[in-house]
């Protein structure tokens, strides 16, 4: 992040500086930035955040919004989507009719609606399991903490059991909706018979215990005052700092409706709008994507939100009626086509994903793939673009992308790079280590022999280090274990005997410990003990295909960049550390346990890693829809 801002408002300067350091932001930057008229520079600080996050990736989803009634107990004053039983207006839909809104295409389902008086607990359980039975393949994003209140209350059941039963019918992850505002002043206003923060953030704290990823909103534009926005931001971060469940932040613009606390008319300005959006990307410095949710926005805000800090446009949306029912002008839904334009026009890389952020499939050319992990700094944070786009994208993924021929070049892992090296061309750049990672890391209740037959968890992000764990288990420890792939955010790890994990994750837990577990193991100490080798965890590729021009700009791209980030592995570190816990010393001496040369001996301990893979009765392991990897 080491670009220059001009800056005219000056105040923004120290806050410029903080950004920069890795320092966090306070409730008084929040304010100095609220009240600032320099919107281009409160921008170029917000896209600098998002570039360095999220790269030149800017996300959507195919999804379908689906809400079951609007006959609902309560009657909160900004609402216009709500209304009584009997109502000409009010509707309930069956689990038929919410079928038949569903086509195989989408990827996620989202279900948010009123609170029905009269609706049984079983039909909502139902409701999920029969759109998972017919749709195997969606994901299921559903029911707002408001929602989850209502069930505890309504049938008796404690919050955790509700998450339970919810989970178990096909529950993926929650909606943010219902949180408003962080002020008693304002629920006692405008919802008082609603949830108000304590609540809320209690059950979705509940949630990421329990394994359940969770967004999160804002209602602004209404009463609330500037310094109730920052402080809702903040209360945010905080629970951010203490489960790490958050998949996104959702500005929601307040559409005045007919509700009589704004004129009709009276919508949010395209400034306050573009604000809020880099106000909170640059203060919520834990949460990995914000959104501008076009819907609220519209589609015009929402693309110039993309140089504001926003990473995210939300998806196709058909459906939505709780925003339009409120005087939203914008469409009812945008295609694919147009949410890829979007995306083009501002010079972002398109990328259709899941719920869980993972990107499914890449629209654009040109992609150059970055792991999104500290130990990769070195050869990013100088990188200077060019013709090409950086996608920030977590190992295994940036495999699958590169298998379906979406990424031009990357920092590969190694056994992605050895089962499609006939389609790439090697650099001599890697990420390897000598006798210790710190990075990869089990965590164990038992001996490594002791391990035969248990339960081990694989974060969803790895493709090398869980052939490694595979490895040192099966020939050095003489013990096969069953491994169970873990989702991507927030997980529930009672039910493993083990858990590896890798990158930041590990680096933030093996300072922290991560609960039960007594034992770490570093799996590239005990590789080097074993096999006296280094081991390569990633190495430099880039598609075999590509003009050879193109290969050698690359390569003088990461050539130039390294040069200078090795020059200055604490000045890169900075602003990095405190983001996943260490002081800045910790994460230089991190950075120097690595080597980021491809070697004779780094080449030698490839051959000798590969010649294990390939001696393994079931190289191939896949996931099955129940996370278990059966080995084909």
């Given at each position: 992040?080491?670009?220059?801002?001009?800056?005219?408002?000056?105040?923004?300067?120290?806050?410029?500086?903080?950004?920069?350091?890795?320092?966090?932001?306070?409730?008084e930057?929040g304010?100095?930035?609220?009240?600032t008229?320099?919107?281009?520079s409160?921008?170029?600080m917000?896209?600098?955040?998002q570039q360095?996050?999220?790269?030149?990736?800017?996300?959507?989803?195919?999804?379908?919004?689906?809400?079951?009634?609007n006959?609902?107990?309560?009657?909160?004053?900004?609402?216009?989507?709500?209304?009584?039983?009997?109502h000409?207006?009010?509707?309930?839909m069956t689990i038929?009719?919410?079928?038949?809104?569903?086509?195989?295409?989408?990827?996620?389902?989202?279900?948010?609606?009123?609170?029905?008086?009269?609706?049984?607990?079983e039909?909502?359980?139902?409701m999920?399991?029969?759109?998972k039975?017919?749709?195997p393949?969606v994901?299921?994003?559903?029911?707002t903490?408001?929602?989850?209140?209502?069930?505890?209350k309504?049938f008796?059941?404690?919050?955790?059991?509700v998450l339970?039963?919810?989970?178990?019918?096909?529950?993926r992850?929650?909606?943010?909706?219902?949180?408003e505002?962080?002020?008693?002043r304002?629920?006692?206003?405008l919802f008082?018979s609603?949830?108000?923060?304590?609540?809320?953030?209690?059950?979705?704290?509940?949630?990421?215990?329990?394994?359940?990823?969770?967004?999160?909103t804002?209602?602004?534009?209404?009463?609330?005052t500037m310094?109730e926005?920052?402080?809702?931001?903040?209360?945010?971060?905080?629970?951010?700092?203490e489960?790490?469940?958050?998949l996104?932040?959702?500005?929601?613009?307040?559409?005045?409706?007919?509700t009589?606390?704004?004129?009709?008319?009276?919508?949010?300005?395209?400034i306050?709008?573009?604000?809020?959006?880099?106000?909170?990307?640059?203060?919520?410095d834990?949460?990995?994507?914000?959104?501008?949710y076009?819907?609220?926005l519209?589609?015009?805000?929402?693309?110039v939100?993309?140089?504001?800090?926003?990473?995210?446009?939300?998806?196709?949306?058909g459906?939505e009626?709780?925003?339009?029912?409120?005087?939203?002008?914008?469409?009812?839904q945008?295609?694919?086509?147009?949410?890829?334009?979007?995306?083009?026009?501002?010079?972002?890389?398109?990328?259709?994903r899941?719920?869980?952020y993972?990107p499914?499939k890449?629209?654009t050319?040109g992609v150059?793939?970055?792991?999104?992990?500290?130990n990769?700094v070195?050869?990013?944070h100088?990188?200077?673009r060019?013709?090409?786009k950086?996608?920030?994208v977590?190992?295994?993924?940036?495999?699958?992308?590169?298998?379906?021929?979406?990424?031009?070049?990357?920092?590969?892992?190694?056994?992605d790079?050895?089962?499609?090296?006939?389609s790439?061309?090697?650099?001599?750049y890697?990420?390897?280590?000598?006798d210790?990672?710190?990075?990869v890391?089990?965590?164990?209740?038992?001996?490594?022999?002791d391990l035969?037959?248990?339960?081990?968890?694989?974060?969803?992000?790895?493709?090398?280090?869980?052939r490694?764990?595979?490895v040192?288990l099966?020939?050095?420890?003489k013990?096969?274990?069953e491994?169970?792939?873990?989702?991507?955010?927030?997980?529930?790890?009672d039910?493993?005997?083990?858990?590896l994990?890798?990158?930041?994750?590990?680096l933030?837990?093996?300072?922290?410990?991560l609960?039960?577990?007594?034992?770490?193991?570093?799996?590239?100490?005990?590789?080097?003990?074993w096999q006296?080798?280094?081991?390569?965890?990633?190495?430099?590729?880039?598609?075999?295909?590509?003009?050879?021009?193109?290969?050698e700009?690359?390569?003088?791209?990461?050539?130039?960049?390294?040069?200078?980030?090795?020059?200055?592995?604490q000045?890169?570190?900075?602003?990095?550390?405190?983001?996943?816990?260490?002081?800045?010393?910790?994460?230089?001496?991190?950075?120097?346990?690595?080597n980021?040369?491809l070697?004779?001996?780094?080449?030698?301990?490839?051959?000798?890693?590969?010649?294990?893979?390939?001696?393994?009765?079931?190289?191939?392991?896949r996931?099955?829809?129940?996370?278990?990897l059966?080995?084909?």
């Amino acid at each position: 992040m080491s670009r220059t801002i001009w800056f005219q408002d000056k105040n923004l300067e120290s806050i410029w500086g903080k950004i920069r350091s890795g320092e966090r932001l306070s409730l008084e930057d929040g304010l100095t930035m609220f009240a600032t008229t320099d919107v281009i520079s409160l921008g170029k600080m917000a896209h600098a955040v998002q570039q360095e996050r999220s790269g030149d990736a800017v996300y959507f989803v195919l999804n379908q919004k689906i809400e079951p009634t609007n006959i609902c107990v309560l009657a909160c004053k900004f609402c216009d989507f709500a209304t009584k039983a009997g109502h000409p207006d009010a509707y309930e839909m069956t689990i038929q009719s919410m079928l038949d809104k569903l086509t195989p295409e989408i990827h996620e389902v989202h279900i948010t609606g009123g609170l029905h008086p009269d609706w049984k607990w079983e039909y909502y359980l139902e409701m999920l399991r029969k759109i998972k039975r017919s749709f195997p393949n969606v994901d299921l994003k559903a029911f707002t903490a408001v929602e989850i209140d209502f069930f505890h209350k309504k049938f008796k059941l404690p919050i955790d059991e509700v998450l339970r039963q919810l989970k178990e019918a096909g529950l993926r992850t929650m909606p943010g909706g219902g949180a408003e505002v962080f002020s008693e002043r304002v629920r006692k206003r405008l919802f008082s018979s609603k949830i108000g923060a304590k609540a809320w953030l209690e059950i979705h704290r509940t949630a990421h215990q329990m394994g359940i990823p969770t967004n999160s909103t804002i209602l602004y534009g209404h009463i609330e005052t500037m310094q109730e926005r920052v402080e809702h931001l903040l209360r945010l971060r905080a629970l951010q700092d203490e489960t790490r469940g958050f998949l996104s932040f959702i500005p929601l613009a307040f559409q005045p409706g007919d509700t009589g606390i704004k004129p009709t008319n009276r919508f949010t300005s395209a400034i306050d709008d573009l604000k809020m959006i880099a106000v909170s990307r640059v203060m919520l410095d834990n949460f990995p994507h914000i959104k501008a949710y076009w819907v609220m926005l519209t589609e015009e805000v929402a693309s110039v939100a993309l140089n504001f800090g926003a990473d995210d446009l939300d998806g196709t949306v058909g459906g939505e009626k709780i925003a339009h029912d409120a005087g939203a002008i914008t469409p009812m839904q945008l295609t694919k086509e147009k949410i890829i334009k979007i995306i083009r026009d501002g010079g972002k890389i398109p990328v259709e994903r899941d719920v869980y952020y993972n990107p499914l499939k890449l629209h654009t050319p040109g992609v150059v793939g970055k792991i999104p992990y500290i130990n990769s700094v070195p050869f990013y944070h100088h990188f200077e673009r060019r013709q090409f786009k950086v996608l920030p994208v977590t190992p295994r993924r940036m495999g699958i992308l590169a298998q379906m021929g979406q990424l031009d070049a990357g920092l590969f892992s190694l056994v992605d790079f050895l089962s499609q090296r006939e389609s790439l061309t090697l650099l001599p750049y890697c990420i390897a280590t000598r006798d210790q990672v710190k990075s990869v890391l089990l965590f164990s209740n038992h001996g490594w022999r002791d391990l035969a037959g248990k339960r081990i968890g694989i974060t969803d992000d790895t493709a090398t280090s869980i052939r490694l764990l595979q490895v040192i288990l099966e020939k050095k420890y003489k013990a096969r274990a069953e491994f169970i792939r873990m989702h991507s955010g927030v997980n529930s790890y009672d039910d493993f005997d083990a858990v590896l994990l890798i990158g930041d994750d590990a680096l933030r837990h093996r300072k922290a410990g991560l609960q039960n577990f007594e034992l770490v193991y570093d799996l590239a100490t005990e590789w080097y003990d074993w096999q006296k080798l280094p081991f390569v965890f990633a190495v430099w590729a880039i598609r075999s295909s590509l003009p050879v021009e193109t290969l050698e700009e690359l390569s003088s791209l990461i050539q130039q960049s390294l040069k200078k980030g090795e020059l200055d592995l604490q000045g890169v570190s900075a602003m990095h550390a405190k983001r996943i816990g260490l002081t800045s010393q910790e994460a230089t001496e991190y950075l120097e346990g690595f080597n980021y040369h491809l070697g004779e001996r780094e080449r030698e301990a490839i051959d000798v890693f590969g010649g294990f893979l390939n001696s393994l009765e079931n190289p191939v392991q896949r996931p099955v829809d129940d996370g278990t990897l059966r080995q084909n």
